[in-house]
């Protein structure tokens, strides 16, 4: 580290400004006080009976407030459309980052299926331990990186298969939605049995949700680290 | 207990946050901003949100660093001249 | 003196100062850097730093996590707040999207220019 440093304009008058807003803050902290019923206590105490979950962050964002993650689940198709437009398909596309290791190749063979198969674990399960559609899917995502690393530019994804799992997924969502309307009356409202708490097939919709969200954010992280990972190198010409 | 546990953490990430800015090997960057990630991780279990730190292990922790990685590769970028 | 470390303000205080701090050396980092990988590097410093001082907030000492696991079956008043939790979830996942859509653009504009620094992007002309 260089410790002679000039203290340029511009980080002083950023490091006052961060300053009175941390004091500023500090004084609001010293007023607030109490406790107060808040609507995520109100939430948990509707969440024993309205769905059968044992996990109430996962009924807050698929049940509660499913209308969010489906925005949520927008804002992310249109950032990977964005990124898809710049992916070029018709030429050689040469994988940047490879080990070309009989040892790695090996262990990826063999962990590959586990890893996917834990992915769908943590999918599955969302709602009755920590987990669920997000963190699942993006675990299914790394299952493909290990492949990329271990195997480069022998390992050919099918681009026609992502693609369609990723649009399911979508429509998916938005018929579960519809299918609340039809059974219950309400967008995304839950209209398939509830089950008891504990079991796997219970809370309804709940975990159909999950298991679209965790299908469409794999396929699209897959999508994220190949297009990172395997663009045209300027080197090969 | 937990204060000092999360006073400690807190001042760890300072370290790493700081860091992070001030390195100029910028690959070097990039492995503190997964370590704060990773530290980041450790907090939310201390606060009881065990989601939120499943989702900041796999994601801030994971498939950030090794998005910036690859791009840095990409680029050839080694250093931050100035 | 150490039992009044353990309180929930001296909690609630230590994270907000902390993760002001830290929002404020990727604030310095965003305004002061030249380097594109390292100005996305401090935006997504901030982010983090803000979901900590999200979530360390609604902690209270002594709160369990809102699942009902491990003997525990009464969703009462002991389990700490589940929509910020569900809120930080979802926000996580829109950073790291939107990340990768710049980077991607950094990527694109280094192989149309050769270089990644805000301070050598003239293409719209000098200012007069």
Redesign the interface.
Known sequence: MNLKKTIRLKTLLSTLMVSFLTITLLGILAQVSGEHATLGNRLLSLNHNLTQSANAVTSVVTYFRGLDTLGEVTILFLSIFGVGIGINRSEHLHTILHYDNALLKMGARVLFPVIILFGFYIIFHGHLSPGGGFQGGVVIASAFLLMFLAEGDAYALDHKILTLVEAFSGVGFVLLGLLGVLLGGLFLSNPLPLGTLGQLFSGGVLPIIYLFVGLKVAAEITVLIEYFIRTHDARDA | MIGLVILGTFLMLIVVAYMVVSDEFLAGSVVYFMAFGLGSTVLYVIFSAPDVALTEAVIGAGVSGVVFLVSLLQTQTREDEG | MLEM???T?????????????????????V?????L??I???L??ME??L??FF??NH?E?G???????DGI?A???H????????????T???G??????A??Y???Y??LSGH??IDKMDELGDEQ
């Open positions: 470390l353990n309180q303000p001296f909690v609630h205080t230590v994270v907000t100062v902390g993760s002001f701090v830290i929002f404020g050396i990727g604030l310095v980092g305004l002061s850097k030249k380097n990988f390292k996305f590097l401090s997504s410093l983090s730093a979901f900590l979530i360390g902690y000492v709160m369990l996590a809102p699942i009902a696991a079956t969703f009462d008043g389990m700490v707040d589940p929509v910020p939790q569900a809120m930080i979830l979802t996580i996942v829109i790291i999207a939107v990340l990768a859509l980077l991607s950094v990527v694109r280094h192989r990644n620094r």
